[in-house]
């Protein structure tokens, strides 16, 4: 039963002297005491040793994802070789499963394997002849080194502890210069308090006082080459009106040594700003194109580290530097802030109040995802962050309009509309748009008796104009028959009739001249009817002349 030993230097393999003492790992360290008694229980078959710090670390590597390594595997053919039939203790099951399936040997990895390790650890400087304790100390301390850089993917250029001191240090110098334009325009005020009020850029009057010294002089000085030809006006104008007090040389020699101070610290910080601005766009070129390179270097300077940054969630990032304002709500149950240090974006600063918060979200989650690409990418270029800019400005926009966008997997809800139906119903008159006489007379009476049911009048004129213009064609017992019916049905109607007062003379006279215009036209009038129902052999001839003429017409 053989052991691999993973070192820094190389890999040892020893043979296990006395099986039975790896079945009994309860009392193991005692084997181990001293080392003439681990000299009897494991002693040193094979070891192969790395030739420089680039295959050690490709080696560690290979056993850190559970590969095979090319040192290890010649090793094991050469164990191979020796002895097929025995097994194999490694510390790694996924290693001894990788062994399993590049050679034939059986491995075994338990936690009676772990406890064998760490005997064998304990005494491994008189186990393993010729490597010194202080040699495999720095080997192991290079190799940690070596593989913690791969792991992380650590680059030399990406030095981000240049970045957050020199945000820290241009933080510090912002409030010194402060504090120091306070301390002259409020000791230089007594002696001229006017210009304080003329000039609002500091370093303006910080060159103004450098410049002139007492106000006495700023008729006899030119100040074109600070200020503009107005303001120059305005200066000199009010140093001759002034009411400020006098004061001495020396008062005005200290002041001048502080605004040299003023001065130089404001051009080195102008200098740090740039050196700011270009370390930024070389560590974080997506992250400084979302949110600037001021803001980026304090949400890194706060995080510690731009590998700290990238594992930071984005609702984390959202509120970085608003930690207080955040536990105080937490603390008496109030809304939590929306935003920390994001909140001097650009981006958040063009937004409306309402606004505000959204746009802070979205600029948050981008910013997570740009930090990351930043942090762990290769050859890393902005083009992540300029799309993703376009994209929120694009967003914020529409929230600006008014037009807020729907997010994917959510349905709006649909507006309803209310819709009224209105049923018209329109009849058409049959009788009234054929001016020929119809052979089927049942129809055309269904169909004016629907449609004027509400006037019996007209049902009963309609009935007998019909019976007037139907012919009877046939000739013989038929005929005859529905004579004596249609006799029948008009004696039936003659006390309906009847029962109707009779118009005057007048108005038959004008119901006849209608009649006589055209012929086409049907009569509705009371006594033509009348007329027509005392009459029947009148009626009775011209059904008979109606009836020879259409026997006529058939036979030729």
């Known amino acids: 039963m053989f052991i691999l030993y993973e070192t820094p230097a190389g890999y040892a393999i020893f043979k296990l002297l006395d099986d039975n003492k790896f079945k009994e790992i309860d009392n193991l360290y005692l084997e181990f005491e001293t080392p003439e008694k681990a000299s009897k229980i494991v002693k040193l078959k094979h070891f192969e040793k790395f030739a420089d710090t680039t295959e050690a670390l490709s080696a560690a590597t290979a056993a850190v994802e559970g590969k095979l390594s090319k040192s290890l595997k010649k090793a094991l053919k050469k164990l191979v ?41 304990t005494q491994s400087e008189s186990l393993l002849s010729g490597l010194p304790k202080k040699e495999m100390t720095a080997m192991s301390l290079g190799l940690a080194h070596s593989l913690s850089r791969y792991k992380l993917k650590f680059s030399p250029d990406k030095i981000d502890t240049m970045i957050v001191q020199a945000q820290s240090l241009l933080d510090d110098l912002d409030k010194e210069l402060n504090n120091y334009m306070m301390r002259v325009r409020e000791w230089y005020g007594w002696h001229f308090p006017e210009l304080g009020k003329i000039l609002t850029d500091n370093v303006a009057y910080v060159k103004v006082i450098k410049l002139v010294g007492m106000r006495d002089n700023i008729a ?23 009411m400020g007090t006098e004061i001495s040389e020396e008062d005005i020699t200290n002041i001048q040594s502080l605004c040299d101070e003023i001065i130089s610290i404001n051009e080195y910080r102008s200098h740090l700003s740039d050196y700011l601005k270009a370390r930024m766009m070389a560590m974080a070129p997506n992250l400084t194109v979302l949110v600037g390179e001021t803001v980026g270097a304090r949400l890194i300077a706060h995080s510690g580290s731009l590998v700290n940054l990238a594992k930071h969630p984005a609702s984390t990032l959202q509120i970085l530097g608003s930690e207080k304002a955040l536990f105080r709500a937490l603390k008496t149950k109030k809304d939590t802030p929306k935003y ?30 740009a ?40 349905k709006a809800k649909a507006k309803l509309q209310k819709f009224h139906a209105v049923s018209e119903v329109k009849t058409f008159k049959v009788a009234t748009d054929s001016t020929l006489p119809s052979s089927s007379s049942k129809k055309v009476k269904a169909d004016d008796e629907a449609a004027n049911a509400p006037s019996p009048k007209k049902k ?3 009935q007998d104009i019909d019976m007037e213009e139907t012919p009877e064609v046939e000739v013989g017992e ?13 004696e039936e109607k003659e006390p309906t009739a009847a029962e109707e ?11 006849k001249k209608k009649k006589g215009k055209g012929e086409s036209e049907q009569p509705a009038d009371e006594s033509m009817m009348d007329e027509s129902v005392e009459t029947p052999a009148s009626g009775k001839k011209n059904k008979k002349s109606k009836t020879k003429k259409v026997a006529e017409e058939e036979d030729e």
């Open 81 to 121: 070789v020796d002895d097929v039939q025995n097994q194999l203790l490694v510390a790694d099951a996924k290693l001894g499963n990788a062994i399993k399936e590049k050679l034939p040997l059986q491995c075994v990895a338990n936690t009676s394997v772990q406890e064998l390790m760490r005997c064998i650890r």
């Open 220 to 242: 006899d000085t030119d100040l074109s080459d600070i200020l503009m030809d107005e303001l120059e006006q305005k200066v000199k104008e009010a140093a001759e009106i002034s």
């Open 340 to 369: 920390g240090l994001i909140y001097h974006a650009s981006m958040v600063g063009s937004a409306s109040i309402k606004n505000k918060g959204r746009i802070s979200r979205s600029l948050a989650a981008k910013a997570s995802l």
């Open 371 to 410: 930090t990351r690409v930043d942090a762990f990418g290769d050859d890393v270029t902005m083009q992540l962050g300029i799309d993703h800019r376009a994209k929120l400005e694009i967003r914020l926009r529409m929230l600006e309009e008014g037009n807020s966008t729907r997010l994917s997997g959510v």
């Open 460 to 462: 009963k004129v309609v």
């Open 478 to 490: 038929g005929s005859a028959t529905k004579k004596k019916k249609k006799k029948e049905s008009v």
């Open 501 to 511: 007062p009779e118009l005057d003379d007048g108005s038959t006279k004008k119901k």
